[in-house]
Each structure stands twice: as C-alpha cells, then as structure tokens.
C-alpha cells in the first residue's frame, strides 16, 4: 500500500476509530503512555478459556497517529490467541502504517502496539497470582 492510500486509512482511522470504547470489567486493563507528550492509550482486553482474546478495544487522547494507529493495529489483533499475540512482531506497526509515519514517529505509531504487549504482560502476571492464591488455599 503507498503512503497516500496510508494516510487516507489514518484519518479515516482518526475519525471513525475502531474498536473504540471502555469496558473496565475486562479481564484485563491496561493504561500506557507516552511520558514526552502526556497522551495515552488504555487497552481494554478479554481472554476466553483457551487463550483466545475475544474482545479488545481501546480508549485514548493523544495524537493522530497514536490514536489511529492502535486501531489499525488493534484490528489486526481480533481473534488471536494470547501466545500469537505474544510472538507479534513490532514489524507490524510498521506494515500497518507504512515506513516513513513509523520512522518519524515512532513512539506515537507504536503506543498502541506496545500498550497491548503490556497488558499481556499484565495478565500472565495476574493468572500467575491468582494460581499461587489458589494453591495456598489447598
Ligand atoms: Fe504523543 Fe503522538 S505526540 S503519542
């Protein structure tokens, strides 16, 4: 896709965002920023008995690029399991938005990408609690 056709689907993105919304029963919540400029995303994420993420959505204020790159990015996530989700490359911020806006703005492009990572991060941390909680209880 060329860069034009790219900026195109940024602001359309940027309007009209998908998987927008909170959910703050999620099973998880996760809120990353960007301490430069103060913007920040907050990943809203559920994950059913197989590891599967049937539900992810974010809210946010920041930048175009930050805020229309998680949901072009988001949009690529829908449907994956936790460990594929975990193997993501970032190399697919930069399919999703294209070179040139990932070069000269890379902490905005990858606020979303990386937010999401986080909140993974947070629930492996959170099931391994809970699991320990569990076998004190036995
Ligand atoms: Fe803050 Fe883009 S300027 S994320």
Redesign the pocket.
């Known amino acids: 896709m060329n860069q034009e056709k790219i900026m195109e689907l940024v602001l359309d993105h940027y309007e009209n965002p998908r998987n927008y919304g909170t959910k703050e029963d999620s099973n998880v919540v996760y809120e990353g920023?960007?301490p430069?400029?103060?913007?920040i995303?907050t990943i809203y994420m559920d994950i059913d008995s197989n590891g599967v993420v049937s539900g992810i959505s974010f809210s946010g204020e920041?930048?175009?690029?930050?805020?229309a790159g998680t949901s072009m990015v988001l949009e690529r996530m829908k449907g994956k399991t936790l460990s594929e989700l975990e193997a993501m490359p970032a190399d697919i911020v930069r399919e999703t938005l294209g070179k040139k806006l990932v070069s000269t703005?890379p902490?905005?492009?990858r606020?979303g990408f990386n937010t999401m990572k986080n909140a993974i991060k947070k629930w492996r941390r959170l099931k391994t609690l809970s699991s320990i909680e569990d076998s004190k209880e036995t």
Do not use: F, K
């Not at 430069?36 to 913007?39: A, H, K, S």
């Not at 920041?62 to 805020?67: I, P």
């Open positions: 920023g960007n430069g400029c103060g913007d995303i920041g930048c175009m690029v930050s805020q703005r902490d905005c492009a606020l």
